[in-house]
């Protein structure tokens, strides 16, 4: 079944978010953009919804007509993102950086590790590392629970739909969905909001 996900983004590094703490941009950017995002997606005023969150802190837009909907969120020093859908999703961005094989060693599946055991360059490396470290991250981000050993050595793609989106440079993100989910996207600047 194709369904929608929009996926709204900021780049903080060029933006007046320069020089504030990881929390700070997070709790900023929430109170800023979070309300505009909620409308823009689902056509709810705040005075027509609130935010439950699970066990785990998993955020929920709970509708006074009843209806759910549902949002997560991710960053690094310099990206942030939203993705907003009216099934349960996750996503997760990082910054294309060098591989950690320690981590690769004692977390990955053995697929996974196969998988980056076959690469041939460091560049191909760092970039397969990050693909699946992303999509473990917005699993774990999908079904809530955060990531841990067992999510962390599941081979999540056998799991859940997970998507790739390019939103900048030097950054992999990736979107979990439901098998069932094969999400189209629809990609908002938060800047031009």
Same mark, same amino acid.
């Given at each position: 079944?194709?369904?929608?996900? +929009?996926?709204?983004?900021?780049?903080?590094?060029?933006?007046?978010?320069?020089?504030?703490?990881?929390?700070?941009?997070?709790?900023?950017?929430?109170?800023? #953009?979070?309300?505009?995002?909620?409308?823009?997606?689902?056509?709810?005023?705040?005075?027509? #919804?609130?935010?439950?969150?699970?066990?785990?802190?998993?955020?929920? =837009?709970?509708?006074?007509?009843?209806?759910?909907?549902?949002?997560?969120?991710?960053?690094?020093?310099?990206?942030?993102?939203?993705? +907003?859908?009216?099934?349960? =999703?996750?996503?997760?961005?990082?910054?294309?950086?060098?591989?950690?094989?320690?981590?690769?060693?004692?977390?990955?599946?053995?697929?996974?590790?196969?998988? &980056?055991?076959?690469?041939?360059?460091?560049?191909?490396?760092?970039?397969?590392?990050?693909? &699946?470290?992303?999509?473990?991250?917005?699993?774990?981000?999908?079904?809530?629970?955060?990531?841990?050993?067992? +999510?962390?050595?599941?081979?999540?793609?056998?799991? /859940?739909?997970? +998507? #790739?989106?390019?939103? /900048?440079?030097?950054?992999?993100? /990736?979107? /979990?969905?439901?098998?069932?989910?094969?999400?189209?996207?629809? &990609?908002?600047?938060?800047?031009?909001?």
């Amino acid at each position: 079944m194709k369904e929608k996900i +929009t996926i709204f983004f900021l780049n903080i590094a060029t933006s007046d978010y320069k020089g504030l703490s990881k929390s700070e941009v997070t709790d900023t950017t929430k109170k800023l #953009y979070l309300p505009r995002i909620i409308e823009a997606s689902f056509n709810l005023a705040q005075s027509q #919804y609130s935010i439950a969150r699970n066990e785990h802190g998993k955020p929920l =837009i709970k509708s006074l007509s009843g209806e759910d909907a549902y949002i997560s969120i991710s960053h690094t020093r310099d990206m942030w993102v939203c993705a +907003t859908a009216n099934f349960d =999703i996750g996503i997760d961005i990082e910054l294309l950086r060098n591989g950690r094989k320690n981590v690769a060693e004692r977390y990955f599946h053995p697929d996974e590790k196969e998988i &980056l055991n076959s690469c041939i360059s460091d560049e191909q490396y760092n970039r397969t590392f990050f693909e &699946l470290w992303t999509a473990k991250e917005a699993f774990s981000k999908l079904i809530g629970s955060g990531i841990n050993t067992d +999510t962390l050595g599941s081979r999540v793609s056998s799991l /859940a739909n997970i +998507t #790739y989106c390019n939103l /900048a440079h030097n950054h992999i993100c /990736a979107i /979990a969905t439901p098998p069932s989910i094969q999400p189209t996207f629809e &990609l908002i600047n938060l800047s031009s909001l």
